[in-house]
């Protein structure tokens, strides 16, 4: 398999000449599992180890590799013995997208989910599972990574054609302009669709709830069971059962990555997300008289004109105030992260320092290292 299959393209190409070096192959990061990171280098899947430096450097978890990085790696043979070879991730190529989110429970922290993403589906059920405030929020983490959106609805044979219609309707009376593909893993609508909608070379992503049916979607995409699904309940809504983020080839090109199901999705900070995903009120506000409107009591406010007129959605204005709260807290709150990490590393660099410093001095040197 060539690496342009598994995504490389020439921007990469020209980080791999001034990152990796001769002795250094090039390899995409596939799955990470409880620390164990499996890359495919266009022949295997093989795994592979972090360096030391990644744990004393990073200053927060995107210097860490993620599903979809591309990395150049180290290959080693213990004793000369070529034939149990194992290899080492000596760095990241930059990333072209990365889809991030805020550590469920913690203010401080974001989780990645996946990078170099050339188009996001969000999986949403159109039975019990959708809402527009969450289709919302992932619109505004998407659009954060600058990756294109696409809603799948699913499970469309559970409900009447007119109902799914007044799903659209909402989608667009609060203002979002977005692709929609309608789906049944049941009956097979839209399933040649969306087929093809997935071309060679680029890569893809599901993100949704658990239970809205990503695996058994999987499974269509890819012609065979590979992966575990389990029963519907009664109302339609499936169970759990992806645990792990992976990066999955199509036999028809390109690929797919799967993703565990998301109970919460808290947003991190999303300047870019939060124009993107709310550009008609981003526009209406240009419209105030004063550049610094608060939206509250100034008068010839061009968003309460709208909110009493209803051409602006009170619940899609209401959802904007909200995510904005939550993205100016958490960048408050990465800024003493960054620095409280940065504290740590030093504290663990500290003594090798110190002790490299005794050496010295123990052995007649003079001590030349005033930062110490």
């Not at 070529?82 to 000596?90: E, K, L, M, P």
């Not at 913690?106 to 170099?116: G, I, K, P, S």
């Not at 969306?194 to 990503?214: D, E, M, N, P």
């Not at 690929?255 to 709310?278: H, N, Q, T, W, Y």
């Amino acid at each position: 398999m060539e690496l342009s299959e598994l995504g490389l393209d020439s921007w990469f190409e020209d980080h791999v000449r001034e990152q990796c070096g001769p002795q250094q192959s090039l390899a995409r990061v596939v799955a990470i599992d409880r620390g164990r990171i499996l890359v495919h280098d266009g022949h295997n899947e093989l795994s592979a180890e972090l360096l030391g430096k990644f744990f004393y450097e990073a200053e927060s978890a995107g210097k860490f590799p993620c599903v979809g990085d591309w990395v150049c790696l180290n290959h080693h043979a213990p004793d000369h013995d070529h034939s149990n070879q194992f290899a080492s991730i000596d760095s990241i190529l930059p990333r072209k997208t990365l889809l991030k989110r805020k550590t469920v429970g913690y203010d401080e922290e974001f989780q990645m989910l996946a990078c170099n993403i050339d188009i996001a589906f969000i999986v949403m059920s159109c039975h019990y599972d959708f809402h527009v405030a969450k289709l919302e929020r992932f619109l505004v983490m998407i659009h954060e990574a600058h990756i294109e959106p696409v809603l799948l609805f699913t499970k469309t044979d559970l409900i009447t054609p007119e109902a799914l219609q007044a799903l659209k309707d909402d989608i667009h009376t609060a203002g979002i302009r977005i692709r929609i593909l309608a789906i049944s893993n049941q009956t097979g609508d839209g399933l040649d669709e969306l087929r093809q909608q997935i071309v060679a070379k680029k890569t893809y992503c599901l993100l949704g709830s658990s239970g809205v049916g990503k695996s058994t979607l999987m499974n269509q995409l890819m012609g065979e069971d590979a992966f575990e699904t389990q029963e519907v309940s009664a109302s339609g809504q499936g169970r759990h059962t992806t645990v792990r983020r992976h990066l999955i080839m199509l036999k028809q090109g390109g690929m797919v990555v799967d993703m565990p199901g998301m109970r919460e999705l808290a947003i991190a900070e999303v300047k870019d997300g939060i124009e993107s995903s709310f550009e008609d009120i981003v526009e209406l506000a240009q419209h105030c008289r004063f550049s610094n409107c608060s939206h509250e009591n100034e008068p010839d406010c061009a968003i309460q004109a709208a909110l009493a007129s209803n051409t602006l959605n009170r619940d899609h204005y209401k959802n904007y105030l909200k995510i904005q709260k939550e993205s100016r807290h958490h960048k408050k709150q990465s800024a003493y992260v960054a620095k409280r990490r940065k504290a740590k590393n030093a504290s663990r660099i500290a003594p090798t320092k110190t002790k490299q410093r005794k050496i010295r001095l123990n052995d007649g040197q003079e001590d030349t290292d005033e930062s110490i």
